[in-house]
RNA sequence: GUGGGUGUAGCUCAGCUGGUUAGAGCACCGGGUUGUGAUCCCGGGUGUCGCGGGUUCAAGUCCCGUCACUCACCCCA
């Protein structure tokens, strides 16, 4: 074998790739419900507006980044997260200058140069929606059940939401310092030290033990909110109460881009290895002026279709798999296949799915095929049907056979698959 | 970027302390039936034992290197 999938790539691959749509589709379903309408941007984007927009000092940024540079000499990068991307298009085309909010979702892959392992690739996929342009709790309970109903849909029950409030411009800082004063006295290494000093809030993420174990008097955001985002929180939580969405406060969830403010949260699953969220979001009131925009709020999030259907499989919840097609025709011989490519034609037009054995298989083959497309009837078709006009239609399920009319056989087929 | 594990058929894997034609199950293909699938019977191995070198009379097996995959740290979807 001469080629490979790039490492940490892979190919989703039939019939798992029919989940796969399956999944993606459920997790946009309840945003479409919503009036969030559809927008596709770019793959890849200006490097600058992800250093800006999603932050300098972010792992993300700083050294995940597949950075390229085109002909023309531009610096791109393929994108590692949406949200940038798609702020930036509401930007470019005034999309706020109509009604608000300006409420969007989007899938498709991202890329983000990392060690590989189970639930965490090169290239990814994530379904993602966005409310932009109204400063509004509703909204943010409205777009966590969204994602909460997504996963609902999909059959998973091990998942768990949690949340916090990150601050905003008035209160962070001064929380800042303080968690900052609190980490200067701890025993941690120069790497932490210096996340400490960049992005204070990280370490209050950090898993190991060692480090962990020093956090426990350590201030927390929510704690430290100025009144505004207090009420806001309160807000969000009293809506995402009314209507039943369960939520576990996660006073030290950090999230990895910077531009994150107020609401966070995050899906977890533990089906997934040493990776946890399935999905997550927040509010980022902030970015739409960061890339140069007017100050626009936003809220939104992204879930991980691959992580998803990892989680679904830990689960053993399965999805119900389609048949390939409805209707499979078994010729005998080249002018019964001939005939029945204008048959399996004439079923497509009418919207049935169908399909046909190629290839001068014998008809032991053919059959053993129809029986493998999952199809509720075969076409059997030899020199003797069409000399008399007909067709066999065989119903593969309990295995009756009739000799119909060839000229009205798209017709009767219709009628017995409705 | 740092560690650990694993590489044998399309898939899951067996192959003990080196021993001569490399195996099983599943899958796939063909036949039993030149007009009938899912069952049954018969037949078929589809392979660069990851790759390169070394040790040996002899290497899938031992040694070195290398590549790939994988898991974890880190980070996150």
Redesign the pocket.
Known sequence: MSF?????T?DILPPESSAFLAVRDALSRPAALAGYEYIETPIFEDTALFARGVGES???VSK?MYTFQDKGGRSLTLRP?GTAGVIRAVIEHKLYAGQLPVKLWYAGP?F?Y?????????H?T?VGAEAVGVDDPMLDAEIIALAWEGYRALGLGGFRLLLTSLGDDTCRPAYRALLQAFLRDLDIDDDTRR?ADINPL?VL????PAVLAQLDGAPLMVEHLCGPCAVHYDDVRARLADIGVQWEEAPRL????DYYMRTTF??VHSGL?????????GRYDGLSAAIGGPALTGIGW???V???LLAMRAEGVGLPTAARVQVYG?P??AAAAERLFGLTAGLRAAGVSADMAYGA?????A??????SGAAY?I???????RAGTA?L??????D?LALPLDSLVATILEKLT
């Open positions: 490979t999938a790039p490492k940490g892979y972010t792992d993300v995940e997260e991202n983000r990392e060690r590989p392992q189970a639930g965490r690739y090169r990814f994530q996340r990280r993420d950090d898993k190991r950090v999230r990895g881009l995050e899906f290895g040493a990776q946890s969220a399935i999905g997550g979001g992204a879930l991980g691959d992580r998803t078994v005998l011989g298989r014998g008809l032991k083959g059959m053993k095929a129809a029986d493998r075969a059997v078709l030899g020199d003797r049907d069409i066999q065989k119903d593969l399920r309990s295995g056979q």
